[in-house]
């Protein structure tokens, strides 16, 4: 297979944490050509979506003392050639959030991938249908306590009720700009204010969850199945589990009742093209649906002592391509 990335900057990627790598490393593994660009590299002509792309050779990491080490420089780049989308088997869109008009405009020209040669992951319709915050609310009986609202009154009514609530931005990625807040807190009215952008901008709020001492539990879907799962646990003073915010990482396995959120979410994630995902689950209530580069196949190969990456390549070599119709 000919495989392409679009992902950030190359040199901006932690090999030793990020799933892209782990993936691009996985299919280099199983002798498939590996190609990389950023989503300003993307192109229409005639009707087609063509991308600046560069053929990449990555040196594996190895596990050392617990610690997943790369070796310096951990990849290669060839020469940088304008080639049309299609000559690719899949691409595989791995931008990181957040969704800006610069990202939403990259899933407009990537429509323009013939589906009947060439697999998008994930599809650019679903990544505009499904906001990573938004897009667990039709799953009613999965989540917590919701409301999105920018209206400092009803926001204020939803935390006194429930006495603490945690307010997440709808477009945050990592953990960025999430707040806990608290009934009868002297600074709520500044939070909402600062958040929402004095009222013009929606924010999510939940129920706050005390379970989530204990973790918030990634679990990573692949065509709605899941494959692996590892719990965030907050550190310190912290409350939020995110590993990009300290949160240190546990070995973890799906309850029943987890499974039971997966099999809820599998349809729908088929159906609008999400094959390769990450929920948070805390307490047993599904929190987020991550879509577009959901990370955590390092610290689940790490501490289960699998290879993720490799399952997910191969479930791509064995894919019929234009098998989604959304």
């Not at 280099?28 to 600046?52: D, Y």
């Not at 990450?278 to 790490?302: A, H, M, Q």
Request: aromatic letters at 8%; a negative charge; hydrophobic letters at 40%.
């Amino acid at each position: 297979m000919k495989l392409a990335f679009i992902v950030d900057p190359i040199e901006r990627l932690d090999p030793g944490h990020d799933t892209s790598v782990a993936l691009m490393e996985a299919a280099q593994g199983q002798g498939h050509e590996v190609w990389v660009a950023q989503a300003e590299n993307l192109q229409v002509i005639e009707s087609k979506a063509w991308a600046f792309t560069r053929p990449i050779t990555i040196q594996p990491v190895a596990l050392k003392d617990g610690i997943w080490k790369a070796p310096q420089p951990w990849y290669s780049l060839g020469e940088s050639t304008l080639i049309p989308l299609e000559q690719m088997d899949a691409v595989l869109m791995r931008k990181d959030p957040p969704v800006s008009t610069a990202y939403l405009y990259a899933t407009y020209l990537l429509d323009y991938i013939d589906p009947n040669k060439t697999l998008v992951l994930n599809h650019p319709q679903g990544l505009r249908a499904a906001n990573e915050k938004m897009f667990a609310l039709q799953f009613k009986d999965a989540i917590p306590d919701t409301i999105v609202s920018q209206d400092k009154s009803v926001i204020g009514e939803f935390v006194e009720a429930k006495g603490m609530a945690v307010l997440k931005p709808l477009g945050g990625k990592a953990g960025e700009g999430i707040l806990l807040l608290a009934a009868g807190d002297r600074n709520f009215n500044s939070l909402i204010e600062i958040s929402t952008l004095q009222g013009q901008l929606p924010v999510m709020v939940q129920e706050y969850l005390p379970q989530a001492q204990e973790g918030d539990k990634r679990i990573i879907l692949l065509n709605g199945e899941p494959i692996g799962a590892v719990n965030r646990i907050p550190s310190g003073k912290e409350f939020r589990g995110n590993m990009a915010t300290g949160g240190r990482v546990a070995q973890s396995s799906l309850t029943e009742r987890e499974q039971s959120i997966c099999q809820q979410l599998a349809p729908t994630l088929r159906k609008f093209g999400l094959l390769f995902v990450g929920i948070d689950v805390i307490g047993g209530y599904l929190t987020e649906i991550n879509v577009t580069s959901p990370t955590g196949i390092r610290e689940i190969d790490r501490l289960d002592g699998v290879r993720l990456g490799d399952r997910v390549v191969e479930w791509l070599a064995n894919t019929k391509r234009g098998y989604f119709d959304v």
